[in-house]
């Protein structure tokens, strides 16, 4: 078949799935293949990780280079739209239960008129309707940005055990497949696909879902997003609180409540099949939305990201495991022995397989957001210091960098690697949401990609901590206390190092010499 016919029935594909029927009636879907939500976007963007998947604004084209052939594909995706957790469905319900209880009939009216005969019946923690359709249509868009690749071969997929995650999977790899038999106008005999489930249970390592590490999980660090939420929900929430109660006299509602309001446009919205948008989302300005957006941010980097100092060590299992199949090489996941990594899986090869073109990892936001702190992705304490607790800062000030745009629902990485014409080497190249992110730390071309070289790559990552020899660690000799902050510099040969001994080293990146 012609590349042109398979462009063709790509975009027919495409068209059929925006749309759904409900009896003889045929519904527009605010959601699309290509770009992801696309309805009343000045809100539904900004509602953190909440945000159904949407196509980011990037400063560089996302397709592939000229002269530029991709042979690697690796996806990380969180799972898609669910249903709020078991604990705060109750906490949702009841604070409706109150609001009915407590605000005279008569206060309904205006934008708040839909209360009154409002029924809370949202479930818990599985996937909506509208989160299936999402991963379907990541799939196809998935298969589409490699087409080349999907035609020849299906992804290794692995998931984490979380209901949710395994069943965004299995939409995923149903989307991939409606696509390729649509391309090859045939069934796909391996369909469907082996997915590789790894528990979640206590005690499991995991590098698809955090919870083995003590210290993170219970020590002092745990706290440090909890405190930076509060002072800023301290900042902007008083005067829609003001607000609010003014509307729903007898309410009452505390700052807690009203964060639970605005938590409940995304969660009605994502409830519809077709994600109409709720009333709850009218009850509050795009700028209140931009703020909350910003809460939402402020609880993943500090919770999870490059603001907590023990966030990107949560996510060093999947970089080594990255890094692995990039190279083709397991030492990568040898030298990460004392994380996440599950060996019993990694170090065999039915399980951990080297050396294939495609990777589907299916995971959670908040492991999503220690991946991309890991590989250093979103520098911005290096560029703009910590994220401040009491002033806004857009996304586009931090080099891309909020929870909305980077581990919405159906969030998803994909790192490449292409062979390129002219070019001595592999190039790798990042894109998370459809916004290309130059990886930084080599000094990445205009195009934001960088040279693959195995053990350079290695070094710009995050600690990583294992009992087996390597240059990394080798580096970080010399200091008599904890290593606290590493920059490569940007033509990957130099360290420069700090410790809680209060000195500083610069050393050579390859060997360790100090300089």
Known sequence: MSLSKLTVIFALLILNVNSYQRGNVEFQSCDTVQHGFQCSTSISHNWGQYSPYFSVPSNISVSVPGQCRVNFAQILSRHAARDPTASKTAEYSALIS???????????????????????????????????????????????????????????????????????????????????????????????????????????????????????????????????????????????????????????LTQKDTIDMMDLCPFNTVASPSGALSPFCNLFTQSEWEQYDYYRTLGEYYGFGEGNPLGPTQGVGWAGELLARLTGQQKFVRATLSTSINHTLDDDPATFPLGLPLYADFSHDSDITSALAA????????????????????????????????????????????????????LVRAIVNDRVVPLQNCG???????????????????????????????????????????VLTRDCKRLVSGSNDRTVRLQDAESGTLQ
């Open 375 to 426: 590989i250093g992705l979103y520098n911005t304490s290096q560029t703009n210091g910590l994220l401040p607790n009491n002033t806004l800062k857009a996304a586009t000030a931090l080099g891309g960098y909020s929870a909305s745009w980077t581990v919405p629902f159906a969030a998803r990485l994909y790192v490449e690697k292409m062979t390129c014409q002219d070019e001595p080497e592999d």
């Open 444 to 486: 990445a071309d205009a195009l934001g990609r960088k040279l693959f070289e195995g053990e350079k790559l290695y070094v710009t990552m995050k600690p990583m901590i294992g009992d087996d020899r390597n240059t990394y660690l080798q580096t970080h000799e010399g200091h008599q206390g904890i290593v606290t902050a590493v």
């Open 98 to 252: 109150r609001i009915h209880q407590s605000v005279p009939s008569t206060s309904f009216k205006g934008d708040y008129a839909f209360l009154a005969n409002y029924t809370y019946a949202l479930g818990a923690d599985q996937l909506t309707a509208f989160g299936q359709q999402e991963m379907i249509n990541s799939g196809i868009k998935f298969f589409g940005q490699y087409q080349d690749l999907s035609l020849r071969y299906t992804p290794f997929i692995r998931s984490s055990s979380e209901e949710r995650v395994v069943q965004s999977a299995q939409n995923f790899s149903q989307g991939f497949h409606t696509a390729r038999s649509a391309s090859k106008n045939a069934s796909d005999p391996n369909y469907p696909y082996s997915i590789l489930i790894i528990s979640e249970a206590t005690g499991s390592n995991n590098t698809l879902n955090h919870g083995l590490c003590a210290a993170f999980e219970e020590g002092p660090d745990s706290k440090i997003s909890d405190s930076a939420q509060a002072e800023w929900a301290a900042t902007f929430v008083p005067p829609i609180q003001a607000r609010l109660r003014n509307n729903l006299p007898g309410a009452n």
